[in-house]
């Protein structure tokens, strides 16, 4: 994949003195193949500047997310506010005037938080420091009486197997790496550091551990604890979990330097049985080829303790945005263009799974797929990937368009698109994800404080106008 | 200008029909060109990498600048604020171990708020409404009495012009045009709608007006009044002008469609003498063609009501930190570095055009000046201006530079540099601004809500070393 993203960085605007040759060349055939292919028209311009100019001052999605973050306040899956998203997204499509609006059932699982987590230091002289803390989600609670144990800290999953058996038995494990603050990306540096979270209860119960503490998964110092899924990797070892925030992460390593230390941790989380549960799909027919669809989408389950207005809100109401502007500018799709409300991607993914395999056993086509997922912030373009037969050529073609989206800012690469959406890949289209400058996201990612005050009207209104012009010229033009 | 962009745009990426044998020809010359160049060295990608890890780790700039916004709460020009935070840099910039650092001494105009402005509609049956309003910088008070008359409401310069001068005659005019929301870049908003502000007074009483209200310069619906300067065209038409919030002028003009109202305006605010001011300059001396300079900047002023975090705080710590980051990493600059602090952008240019006018007459070169004056956001790369005699050379010379910059999302366009530099293109080097992501800028520009909670850490880190790399390839390779 990187080979193919040099190639295209190559073809940018670098004259050097290595890919002088081979840039050449490339422009050789470049300019044959842009001859026998011909323009995007400037009506295609137009098109996009309009679909700005609509999103920018008849935007619904801000309206929407205000609305959704309420009646969907802590809508994790499963839940009453799951319910209430299910059905005020449904009612929002239903008001757009496209061809059909529909529930698909699925069966979520139901973790609940129960009570307040109490999570204290225990210092020598027993007294206590509360920690501001989070369950992690599909964890086991630690029953009424809450554990006492010792502490020791790890920077790593690695750390924890290196460790012998009787240094972690009995014990509390406190995973204190950092996300990498030199990553540009901040998505990858969580991508970096959340394995603590989503692996380290079972490593370290293999070890014979009690129960685990993790750092917040944020570059920021502050009193945020962050939530999100764990997975037990053996149902029989199963040790409860919490997020702590980054100032206590740092005040309890701190405070291990000078002496041993215990934990007192009490949390009363659960998981019920599953629930009946629905993605929310709305679909636009296509006049000339209906059985080649363009999904856009987002998922509407969200964290139960704040808003999950960035994580995912935006990217459901950017998704239903795309369908009312094109709506609003008469737009006729040649394409079926779909919008599709995901549920339980964060802890579960039954959703997804749920639409794509029904998707497959259909034979549908999905021609490209585009998922917002990474906040409501400032879009800068798309990442896209593929199945690995087709997409070289098919990438090639989107990236013709480049010069379409430019002026807004927006650029393509590669990476990869949305986990609601990657089962489609063996479809053989495109799949894409909304590129958004990333900085902010983990000050709000799975917290209280991810409400409709952080998310800024006109960002959000771009993000859903650079979704609404890529679905645009993949429908003008296709990928063949 | 623009043909010139064009003309970058073009080689960038497209491989359209009409571009195609253009395209060509610059393919193969820029090839030519290349070759004939030689290529930056990976070391300089690794010297930029570098840069942004020292930035983003150790870098000082969100610590100055939460010590500027305290210190210097409220620094318009000759204030107390202002002295505080000409002595608060110099001694920051004194810890760099950089060769000299010195005020550059300027008198500068004394404006002064006086006591909180009181505006409010007065309803026929002479209830009143408060409205939440700022007087405008330079703007004369109404006197202790205030002032009271009938209001009418324009939407441009043009309009008051149009009327006949019985209709503004004794009247408070209401400039109520917003900032166009479809413009992507906000500053081009900005720049549509602030004539009402700057001139609005002057040319409302020409035509005998009393006093102007002007809605405040924000895509934003809220209730923080933003001021900002006006400037009189004729002194001996000066008449009291305020900035009120958009809610209060969309509450105003609704009311206005419904009957004649009056406005009770009352401002304390006057000019006092002119006060010794500074620039605040730091120097580092290169090593090898010391007579050419290098500039980082800001502007160290800000409006008196916030804490001018990101106008302009952000652009003087993230220049501050320009020296830091490479004194950290034990660089040597071949060329001079100067970072300069400009005093009273805001309502005057007087350190700008003071530094300029010195330099030019000590015929000093700048082969290059970079002015951060759009708030401490994601960075977006650069615009580039200069004498037309130079430009497209020194721009194309930069312009390979983009591959090294483009991994942190910075890109290079045409397009200004910043008021306090501007009058350096006679010495015909480039200028240039730093380029950010503009959505968020006019939510806090201006207002009480400008403090340091505004700005994003790692944003403005991320300024910095955009900054820094800039100073670095310019210093590597110069312009010629």
């Not at 409860?240 to 041993?260: F, H, M, R």
Request: aromatic letters at 8%; proline letters at 4%.
């Amino acid at each position: 994949m990187m080979d193919l993203d040099i190639f295209y960085r190559t073809t940018k605007n670098k004259f050097f003195l290595r890919e002088s040759l081979f840039l050449f060349l490339v422009c050789v055939l470049s300019t044959l193949t842009a001859i026998a292919q011909g323009p995007p028209e400037d009506k295609d311009a137009l098109f996009i500047r309009e679909i700005h100019d609509i999103a920018l001052t008849q935007g619904s999605c801000y309206g929407w997310l205000t609305d959704l973050t309420t009646v969907g306040f802590g809508r994790l899956a499963g839940s009453p506010a799951a319910a209430a998203a299910v059905d005020y997204t449904r009612k929002m499509l239903d008001t757009l005037g496209v061809d059909s609006v529909w529930l698909q059932p699925c069966r979520v699982p139901r973790w609940v938080r129960g009570e307040k987590e109490q999570v204290q230091i225990v210092l020598p002289d027993k007294k206590t420091i509360e920690l501001k803390a989070l369950a992690l989600g599909n964890s086991i609670g630690t029953g009424a009486n809450g554990i006492t144990a010792p502490v020791i800290e790890v920077r790593s999953l690695d750390e924890v197997d290196s460790l012998p058996d009787e240094a972690v038995k009995g014990k509390i494990v406190f995973f204190n790496r950092p996300m990498d603050p030199r990553q540009i990306n901040t998505f990858n540096a969580y991508g970096g550091a959340v394995d603590q979270r989503v692996y380290g209860a079972s490593r370290a119960a293999k070890k014979g551990a009690v129960a685990v503490v993790v750092r917040s998964m944020t570059n920021r110092l502050d009193d945020n604890p962050h939530t999100g899924t764990l997975s037990y990797q053996d149902p029989t070892q199963r040790i409860p979990a919490v997020a702590i925030s980054t100032n206590d992460a740092e005040k309890l390593s701190a405070l291990l330097k000078g002496s041993a230390l215990s934990i007192y941790l009490r949390t009363t989380c659960e998981t019920l049985s599953d629930v009946e549960s629905f993605n929310v799909i709305a679909e636009w027919r296509g006049s000339e080829r209906p059985g080649d669809i363009i999904l856009v989408g987002g998922h509407l389950d969200a964290w139960d303790v704040g808003g999950g207005a960035h994580d995912d809100g935006s990217g459901c109401v950017q998704a239903m945005d795309v369908l009312q502007i094109l709506k609003r500018l008469n737009y006729q799709p040649k394409h079926t263009i779909r919008c599709v409300l995901f549920m339980n991607e964060e802890n579960g993914l039954v959703g997804g799974r749920t639409y794509w395999q029904t998707s497959n056993e259909l034979e549908e086509y999905h021609m490209a797929a585009i998922e917002s997922d990474r906040g409501g912030f400032s879009p800068r373009g798309f990442t896209a990937e593929g199945h690995v037969s087709i997409f070289q050529q098919k990438y090639k073609h989107v990236y013709q368009w480049e010069p379409l989206l430019e002026p807004y800012g927006l650029h393509l690469r590669l990476g990869g698109s949305g986990a609601d959406i990657s089962g489609l890949k063996d479809q053989k289209g495109l799949l894409f994800g909304l590129d958004v400058d990333t900085q902010r996201y983990f000050d709000f990612h799975h917290t209280a404080v991810d409400v409709i005050e952080a998310v800024n009207e006109r960002e959000l209104e771009l993000g859903a106008a650079a979704m609404t012009s890529l679905v645009f010229l993949l429908d003008q033009y296709g990928l063949e």
